[in-house]
């Protein structure tokens, strides 16, 4: 084992790889032997390129490495190391196993352990959902909402109730756009198709693609799904777009939702006659995190901050409440 900074088994470094044992980066670039990408987003799959050439292995669950792929984002395929959750593989005297984390399909927690020591890195996540890594010498861990000021007073379902019965009145007057990211967008088709929506859906075909994985994964069904250029303005049709089309579809004749966490007025708040922010998020909220940190019980934490932005509060915070010794890197 090489230990990290402070000869920690675990650190974050400044170019946000997550460093787990002497082996092993997550989510970041470090000239490791192995790599592993918890999950498809942007800002977990950093350096991937680098990675793919220098490392011997990158590291996904199944479902991952399809939305890599449809993502073009492209692994060598002999580098490429499918791994379902709770199935340890041993890499140089190092075991690496990915855990269940609910976040976007496919998503994964972290453990690596070596001799002498147990470290974890969560990912991103939100509860329930993601069954909280114990033992652990070494806890990293994702805190997007990082402080109360960001804490949200509605639940997930509280959201997606909203969402669905807005959905539902945009329908009986023509088109309903949805507007969130990769793999939020698909997780909320299976969840109104859960609640009885059964107005058809479109979306362009990258969104097509990641909604027929993330079906098989949560296995719900979404048809009808099409892709968009075969809808005509005004049906009652539910549009899934990338949060980026916003600016320039929200003109359109219709009813248009943006999902996003960051609303803290309201579960649903409106902008105007047709535009509402519904207050939907995929990460854990700041509550959520200390739960699962209290239920962990990790001899220490790392909190992410270089994708957080509150962290060094949020480790203040868990040393203080908690009394677990917390820093925040990098
Ligand atoms: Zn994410």
């Known amino acids: 084992m090489r230990p990290e900074r402070g000869g920690l088994p675990a650190a974050v470094s400044s170019r946000g790889a997550i460093l787990l044992g002497g082996r092993v980066e997550a989510d970041g670039y470090a000239g490791r032997l192995v790599r592993v990408v918890t999950h498809a987003h942007e800002d977990h799959t950093i350096g991937l390129a680098s990675s793919s050439r220098r490392a011997l292995f990158v590291v996904a669950t199944p479902v991952t490495l399809r939305f890599l792929s449809v993502l073009g984002k492209r692994v060598p395929p002999h580098k490429v190391l499918e791994l379902d959750y709770d199935r ?3 890499v140089d005297g190092e075991r690496l196993t990915l855990r269940r984390a609910r976040h976007i399909a496919g998503s994964a927690q972290v453990e690596v352990e070596g001799s002498g020591f147990r470290v974890g890195y969560t990912g991103d996540f939100k509860l329930p959902g993601t069954p909280p890594m114990r033992d652990l010498d070494v806890l990293v861990v994702d805190a997007t909402y990082g402080s109360p000021a960001s804490q949200r007073r509605w639940g997930e379902w509280d959201a997606i109730a909203a969402l669905a019965s807005l959905v539902e009145e945009g329908l009986r007057m023509g088109t309903v756009y949805i507007y969130g ?3 939020k967008l698909q997780e909320v088709m299976v969840e109104l198709r859960v609640r009885g929506v059964s107005a058809p859906f479109a979306a362009d075909p990258r969104t097509v693609q990641l909604a027929r994985i993330a079906s098989e994964f949560y296995g719900v069904s979404v048809d ?7 809808v005509v303005d005004g049906e009652p049709v539910v549009v899934f777009a ?3 089309r ?10 248009h939702l943006r999902l996003t966490g960051m609303e803290l007025r309201g579960v649903v708040y409106r902008v105007s006659d047709n535009v509402y922010n519904v207050s939907f998020s995929d990460h ?7 739960e699962y940190i209290e239920e962990a019980r990790p001899r220490r934490v790392i909190v992410d901050a270089y994708r957080g932005r509150e962290a060094r509060f ?3 915070y868990i040393e203080r409440r908690l009394g677990i010794p917390a820093e925040a890197q990098p």
């Open 284 to 290: 854990a909220s700041f509550r959520e995190v200390i």
């Open 246 to 255: 916003f600016r320039s579809s929200r003109r359109r004749p219709g009813l």
């Open 314 to 316: 949020t480790a203040k």
């Open 224 to 230: 009808p799904l099409v892709t968009h250029d075969k």
């Open 88 to 90: 340890p593989v041993e």
């Open 181 to 183: 990211f990769n793999g």
């Open 242 to 244: 990338h949060t980026s």
